[in-house]
């Protein structure tokens, strides 16, 4: 069940400058904590991932995000280590995001959310660790947008992690992932049910504008050959061409579907704020263009992850992350897993993933 | 200036089985065919290309958009042969398309135009081909879509052509390419003001949409170190992120005005035709999955162009139709251009690529 924790501080201050009053955290957590208080996992979740993410997620009523990986006696065993896992802030899952209510309006915030970063995300777990009393996790692990905040953790708050383990990530955004985010954020502003952002007013909301946003992610997320393999120019429950604009192609078709099944689910704006966090990241310039920098104070053990079909965070950036690291000389191990999926890997059974993680925090726990 | 030919016959079938009255072909020429008629060289355009490929496109007042390749001691030399470029059928610059004159209802077809194929495209080109009386053309050429064309020339009417010059092309849609038109065309449809296509009835076009679909689909255009070479993560026309949605990156600001510049030139509904063309182009389906069997009967000389930082078309898709034509004893050459610029290396100052095209063309002259 997701718990949810108000932080009565006003002053979470945000990097943009701004602050947000109050701040809520809703977070699931699966497994106990141990005595020692030393086997506790946080798992960051990607774009469109939330705190549901081993059993059954109680909205979309199919397994959470990850529940192939964590739960008993899977590779991350909730047996033995103490998960959790939060709605990063900015997200539409309970903690506080754009549409949550604005104290000052009553009304959701919706734009007049101010916008966050991986950073404030990070900041914001680090609330939640120390009213949990933990005072360093065993790891933090995520994929993609988790990747990062697993980044911004070493970064950040070295001192509060004895590993971590970064999926699928990179230490800023590529152009051109940053140019794919704002095809779909034009996509959600264009809808005029988007009416700047407060829909919520019309108790409407821009459905097509977001799954057209989602079917472009969407594309980003296989890889050319996982496409090729699971549909190629397959038709759809016909045998010969129509002539028309239906969903002809099984392709077509698979893609609508995502379209329309992501509105159900997730926030117009979330995906605004969300997608800008993840294009402000740059751990890079952020450290005077030297991305070792970002790795001064870091003693935690660190494992890579990347995967070899991945085109949206190729291999290549994962590998920056190793070089920095060993320019510091971190405790880092790098698997590159051969896959054709593209980036989703992240999400599916991959045996070889699994068994690195499973290894490698049996390891830490160990130290 | 454009000339026009309207062919008044009323059997011009289309794939679908429907056929188009009546049918009207804008065209441009340049240079003049010889008295042998063997110096005449058919250019077909790709998907939001038209009939200006060569001096000043009346409309946008900018050079054609192949006009660093084709003029006066140019490597397709104006002053050696007779160049034609017809805007294709479906297309909105003149040709018969979804923006002609619908002669029943005496307003603009939209989407009661027939669904068209590369095919109906090309057979349409030997309509004029024959009405310039030229019983062979000594090459017809082209990129992307265009290259599509020249497949088909291949294919279908081998017999009218001395040479063919495919590039930056494949012999059918990859499920990805499929993938990323259908986004572009569910984002036009997603525009309300697209009205079932009927938007000419309300005096409005669904800019937004087409821009969506524009940005979209000009991602795809450029590799991914193009724009990270042009562009990377550098700020547009500031020092510092502004925390909002506003263009802060150069790429999201090019990416905007690719977008609001495209809706000045490019009808919506012929968006929706020509990427529907494309996506049903199958020359491997269509010979009973055997490439090569589409090349039975084809004695011209083909030279078959990529480039290496092409993902659309990648260097792969050219090296099919090359192994097909290689069985069938086809005479073919084979260049792969190192090139990092992407798909839309076709359209740019490729030295290489022009060094190639007029050896290629001066020697099928010659024989």
């Known amino acids: 069940m997701t718990k949810k924790i108000a932080f009565d501080s006003n002053n979470f201050t945000l990097s943009s400058g701004k602050s947000i009053f109050p701040l809520e955290i809703a977070y699931e957590t699966f497994g106990k904590l141990n005595k020692e208080r030393t086997n506790a996992i946080l798992i960051c979740h990607a774009l469109t991932g939330e705190q549901y993410v081993s059993d059954i997620n109680p909205i979309t009523k199919k397994p959470g995000w ?140 821009p459905e097509k504008g977001l799954s057209v946003a989602r079917m472009a992610a969407h594309i980003t997320y296989l890889s050319e050959m996982a496409l090729q393999n699971k549909f190629g120019r397959n038709l759809q429950d016909r045998s010969i061409k129509t002539f028309s604009f239906d969903a002809d192609f099984q392709v077509e078709s698979y893609l609508r579907y995502q379209g329309i099944n992501f509105v159900k689910r997730f926030d117009a704006n979330t995906y605004l704020y969300l997608t800008r966090a993840m294009d402000y990241f740059d751990l890079i310039s952020e450290n005077g263009g030297v991305l070792a920098n970002a790795f001064n104070d870091l003693k935690a053990s660190i494992c890579v992850i990347s995967f070899s079909g991945d085109w949206l965070f190729p291999t290549s950036e994962s590998k920056k992350i190793v070089h920095a690291l060993n320019a510091k000389g971190v405790d880092v191990s790098f698997i590159d897993i051969e896959s054709n999926k593209g980036h989703d890997a992240f999400l599916m059974d991959e045996p070889d993933m699994f068994l690195t993680i499973n290894g490698f925090l049996q390891a830490q726990f160990d130290k």
């Open 66 to 205: 990850w529940d192939i990986l964590v739960g008993k006696n899977k590779p991350i065993d909730t047996s033995k280590y103490f998960i959790i896992c939060p709605n990063v802030i900015g997200g539409c899952m309970g903690s506080t995001g754009p549409t949550s209510i604005n104290p000052k309006t009553k009304q959701p915030y919706g734009l007049a959310f101010p916008v966050i970063t991986i950073h404030d995300m990070v900041k914001s777990q680090v609330l939640l660790i120390d009213h949990l009393e933990i005072d360093k996790l065993l790891s933090v692990i995520g994929g993609s947008m988790g990747g990062m905040q697993v980044l911004e953790w070493m970064s950040s708050f070295p001192k509060r992690i004895k590993s971590a383990i970064p999926i699928a990530t990179a230490a800023n955004h590529s152009s051109q992932n940053i140019a794919f985010h704002e095809v779909g954020r034009q996509a959600i502003m264009a809808d005029p049910n988007w009416h700047d952002g407060k829909y919520f007013e019309y108790k409407i909301v």
